[in-house]
């Protein structure tokens, strides 16, 4: 994925830095727009109309008090209004997310992929942010996932380079020459999404069967086949390994300090599988690059 089509210098004459300077505001506004998502779609509430506001006062915040980050520092934390404080969990989401864009524009650079990374990005962000919440993954987030990634693996070959997609360069794609390439992406699409959503399916079953307890979310695994459908079989198992090896230290460690030891502990396993995704879609390819050459002979 790191096929560079040009440079933002190149387009804009521009230094580098003002494109990074760009994706960040960018970033930010996604992020105060995130905050809105994460807020009302476990609601079921629109997230167009009303304007934001207060939740203390329920005062309509004005444009000016709105800018991503700042305004949150400016106010010191609190409502103009009220002088209620607002949780540091919005200029979290604002930085966090510009941070992120930085990082996905520095590792893809300006190429048709870009808009692609980011929309995966934001969509995951909104998904660990209302799983730690609210222990879901809705619907209105994991099927449109799902549908972009194979739209995005139907039309790229069609349209652009095939060079975005690692699992192009492994088995069995690599054994397709024959196909259209389309259909190859395709192929692949389902595959990493049945890998991904069905591992989580058949892990969920057997610890049912054994404990008698629901213990891994269909919202898992309907977000993992959306990841599956984009990343290929490959960077999903690496995804489900890093959310995995994460979720499990965390676990181990929620549990060690938990005083009830008899009382079962829910993790969200979407805030890790999120996680594991963002990391597979950005350095996926260099950390199986690595492990190759570390430990197989
Ligand atoms: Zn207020």
């Known amino acids: 994925?790191?096929?560079?089509?040009?440079?933002?210098?190149?387009?804009?004459?521009?230094?580098?830095?003002?494109?990074?300077?760009?994706?960040?505001?960018f970033g930010a506004a996604i992020g105060s727009f995130l905050n809105v998502v994460i807020h009302r779609v476990p609601n079921e509430e629109s997230i167009v109309f009303p304007n934001s506001a207060c939740?203390?006062?329920?005062?309509?915040?004005?444009?000016?008090?709105?800018?991503?980050?700042?305004?949150?520092?400016?106010?010191?934390?609190?409502?103009r209004n009220c002088k209620n404080p607002i949780s540091p969990r919005y200029p979290a989401v604002e930085l966090l997310t510009a941070l992120l864009f930085v990082l996905v524009f520095w590792q893809i650079g300006l190429n048709a992929f870009l808009p692609v990374a980011l929309i995966f990005?934001?969509?995951?962000?909104?998904?660990?942010?209302?799983?730690?919440?609210?222990?879901?993954?809705?619907?209105?987030?994991?099927?449109p996932l799902l549908a972009f990634a194979l739209l995005i693996r139907l039309i790229f070959p069609l349209v652009f380079d095939v060079?975005?997609?690692?699992?192009?360069k492994i088995f069995p794609l690599n054994q397709m020459g024959n196909y259209p390439?389309?259909?190859?992406?395709?192929?692949?699409?389902?595959?990493?999404?049945?890998?991904?959503?069905?591992?989580?399916?058949?892990?969920?079953?057997?610890?049912?069967?054994?404990?008698?307890?629901?213990?891994?979310?269909?919202?898992?695994?309907?977000?993992?086949?959306?990841?599956?459908?984009?990343?290929?079989?490959?960077l999903t198992l690496l995804s489900i390994f890093l959310?995995?090896?994460?979720?499990?230290?965390?676990?181990?460690?929620?549990?060690?300090?938990?005083?009830?030891?008899?009382?079962q502990t829910q993790i969200p396993f979407?805030?890790?599988?999120?996680?594991?995704?963002?990391?597979?879609?950005?350095?996926?390819?260099?950390?199986?690059?690595w492990y190759f050459l570390m430990f197989v002979p």
């Open 243 to 263: 959310g995995a090896f994460s979720g499990a230290i965390i676990g181990i460690f929620l549990i060690s300090r938990q005083k009830d030891k008899d009382m």
């Open 1 to 25: 994925m790191n096929f560079y089509l040009t440079t933002f210098e190149n387009v804009t004459g521009l230094p580098e830095l003002f494109a990074y300077i760009f994706i960040f505001i």
């Open 121 to 143: 990005v934001t969509a995951t962000i909104a998904l660990i942010f209302i799983d730690a919440e609210n222990m879901i993954l809705p619907n209105v987030i994991t099927y």
């Open 270 to 289: 979407g805030i890790f599988l999120g996680i594991g995704s963002i990391i597979s879609l950005l350095f996926g390819e260099q950390l199986v690059r």
């Open 163 to 168: 060079s975005y997609f690692s699992d192009f």
């Open 55 to 79: 939740p203390n006062c329920k005062k309509s915040i004005k444009p000016y008090d709105n800018i991503p980050i700042l305004s949150w520092m400016i106010l010191g934390g609190k409502c």
């Open 181 to 234: 390439l389309w259909a190859t992406s395709l192929f692949g699409a389902i595959l990493g999404g049945l890998l991904g959503g069905g591992s989580l399916w058949l892990v969920g079953e057997i610890w049912k069967r054994l404990r008698g307890v629901d213990a891994m979310g269909l919202g898992d695994v309907k977000m993992m086949f959306g990841v599956g459908a984009l990343l290929g079989w490959q």
